[in-house]
């Protein structure tokens, strides 16, 4: 019995030795570890001479006033004409009624075309040459049934419900052959039959043409038979139609995979979760350590991923002082940040808590989350985080804030500014949520923060986060991510899957993205900002030749990329590169503020 007592000891011992030499190993090689990922502040930029006669593309979207849904759409097609850097002119349909020739292309947001005197004029503009986009079915009236051959329609019924799409077409990057059932797509449309010259580009489950296109004169007009186009889950929809709809067209693009690790590293719950322990009979701590941290950092391997972590450092509810942290869990989260970091990972900040920076009343959704008294309990709070972090981070600095739930208040954002001095990118999301609760973000640079949304979450490969990403990465070039280690140990949140089919999903989708959009490079949230300030910065301008486009960039930077939509065959000079990336569409990547595409 004594030497069994004695082994039993002596493993205690060397298991206890090996434990203090890892802990003192990571301590002292966090203490070199440092954020490399810097916001460059002194960006080489360049600029090309722009000809006396060469201006940016100009868009005309005209709106009605007496229709909430046509200033909606035309809010949101603004947004996607400004990410493509163009210049946008709106007008209110009764202020019109001859379309200058000079526009690049013309854009319609309203449904009841009645007494819209321009129409004459606007057929006369497509028909030499012109562009023309109706983003909302028209109403079946007076004007409609004379103008039904030149919009590419033989016959039109009545207004039924459009159920499901199918993208017969790449207006998504990629999307071709795609389906999507009526939980992504329900809409008001019009029950045509085409004319066989048109071409259908989305089509509804029950058959009812969603989006075509028709030659008309020298010109071209497209239709989008649905009221949808507000969303903005569809912008890719819009920017794919206006790329497919004007031929030979060039935009700039951010060009970057994004994947975000929510509540990494943070506190792990002790004990044993039943569904875990079901499946694999382990602790809590040990599937993390053993199963889920190995899967996922297998996943980044496989399908060129690089995380960004976003710590806790408590889940107590506190949101009055003191702020102090009741868990023991430095070594696993030394532990966590080390390898996360050599996988050339990224460390940012989720909170002191999970507790959102948000005064009383501000949240809608039952959370259950307590509220912030004032703004300097937020700050006191941001900085015990920044404090314990640093404590193990030595010389490591966060850059990177996601709000927990992705909610932060005004107040909360002016809290996190003055408490976090190393602060230079949020992260949130880029679509709302029932409740308006969200910190919406678009791509862009606000007093002097990075606004950097992430666009798609979870460990499903779900039609949700397909639309999401196709219609992201078609509209500005960027694919975001996020997950929580814990949505595993909660039924709802999990869906009540196990591990295995959860990893079985996150890993389809991730290698679904992999696949068709190699071209995309992986970067962690402060590489992404630096892509994000060339983008903001660039301005193109493009002249149309019979035989090329010539690009000339103001706030050029080596390396900016852009997508190119075109039937023609091309070749490039030696200023710029180019990629197939899929039918008729191509990653441009300039090398000098002034470069050509050429056409065969």
């Known amino acids: 019995m004594n030497v069994k007592r004695n082994i039993k000891i002596i493993i205690a011992l060397v298991l206890g030795i090996a434990v203090f030499f890892q802990v003192v190993r ?44 046509s200033s909606d759409i035309t809010q949101n097609i603004k947004e996607v004409l400004k990410y493509m850097k163009k210049r946008v002119v709106v007008q209110e349909r009764n202020d019109i009624q001859n379309v200058d020739t000079s526009y690049r292309g013309v854009v319609l947001t309203f449904e009841n075309i009645d007494g819209f005197k321009g129409i004459s004029s606007l057929m006369d503009y497509a028909k030499n040459g012109g562009y023309v986009l109706f983003a909302e079915r028209p109403i079946i009236g007076d004007v409609l049934p004379s103008i039904l051959s030149q919009i590419g329609v033989k016959n039109v019924y009545d207004i039924e419900a459009a159920e499901g799409i199918e993208l017969t077409s790449n207006v998504l990057i990629k999307g071709k052959g795609s389906n999507f059932s009526k939980k992504i797509l329900t809409d008001s449309s019009l029950k045509v039959e085409l004319k066989d010259t ?4 989305l089509v509804s489950d029950n058959k009812i043409p969603i989006l075509w296109q028709t030659n008309y004169g020298t010109g071209k007009i497209m239709m989008y038979n649905g009221t949808i186009l507000a ?19 060039i935009y700039p693009v951010i060009d970057a995979k994004l994947t975000y690790i929510d509540d990494f590293p943070a506190p792990i719950p002790g004990g044993t979760n039943s569904t875990l322990y079901k499946e694999y009979g382990i602790s809590t701590a040990d599937f993390y350590r053993k199963v889920w941290w190995p899967d996922v950092l297998k ?60 005064p009383k009343n501000y949240i809608k959704q039952p959370l259950g989350y307590n509220s912030w ?3 300097k309990n937020m700050e006191r709070s941001i900085e015990e985080a920044i404090r314990y972090s640093s404590s193990l981070l ?6 990177v804030y996601v709000p927990p739930s992705n909610i932060l208040s005004p107040l909360g954002r002016k809290a996190l500014l003055k408490a976090m001095p190393d602060l230079k990118i949020i992260s949130s999301v880029y679509n709302d949520d029932y409740y308006k609760d969200s910190y919406v973000q678009e791509f862009e640079i606000k007093d002097g923060i990075y606004e950097l949304p992430r666009l798609t979450s979870g460990y499903e490969d779900n039609e949700e986060n397909i639309w999401a990403a196709y219609n992201g990465i078609t509209s500005v070039g960027v694919f975001s991510h996020f997950i929580h280690p814990d949505d595993v140990l909660d039924i709802k949140r999990s869906g009540g899957k196990g591990w295995q089919e959860l990893s079985k999903g996150y890993s389809d989708f991730m290698k679904d993205v992999y696949k068709k959009f190699t071209w995309l490079p992986p970067v962690t949230a402060s590489e992404g900002a630096n892509l994000l300030k060339s ?3 660039i301005e193109p301008f493009m002249k149309y030749k019979s035989n090329a486009i010539d690009v000339y960039c103001r706030n050029f930077q080596k390396g900016d990329k852009f997508i190119l939509r075109t039937n023609k065959n091309i070749y490039t000079d030696d200023n710029c590169a180019i990629e197939k990336i899929d039918t008729g569409t191509y990653l441009v990547t300039a090398n000098k503020d002034k470069f050509s595409i050429n056409f065969k």
């Open 394 to 399: 030595k010389n490591y600095k966060l850059r």
């Open 231 to 249: 969303k903005k889950n569809a912008r890719g929809i819009i920017a794919g139609a206006i790329g497919m709809l004007i031929p030979d067209y």
């Open 198 to 201: 048109s071409q259908m580009l």
């Open 373 to 375: 008294a004032n703004e």
């Open 535 to 537: 983008y903001t910065k």
């Open 299 to 358: 996943i980044s391997k496989l399908y060129n991923l690089k995380y960004t972590g976003l710590i806790i450092e408590d889940y107590n509810n506190r949101t009055t002082p003191p702020f102090i942290t009741k868990t023991s869990n430095s070594n696993d989260f030394l532990l966590y940040a080390t390898e996360l970091l050599k996988n050339n990972g990224e460390l940012g900040l989720h909170g002191y808590n999970h507790q959102s920076l948000a």
């Open 26 to 69: 990571l301590n002292f090689v966090m203490n070199f570890l440092e954020n490399n990922n810097n916001i460059k502040n002194k960006n080489v930029y360049s600029s090309s001479k722009i000809p006396a006669n060469v201006e940016q593309e100009k868009f005309l979207i005209l709106f009605d006033k007496n229709e909430q849904n």
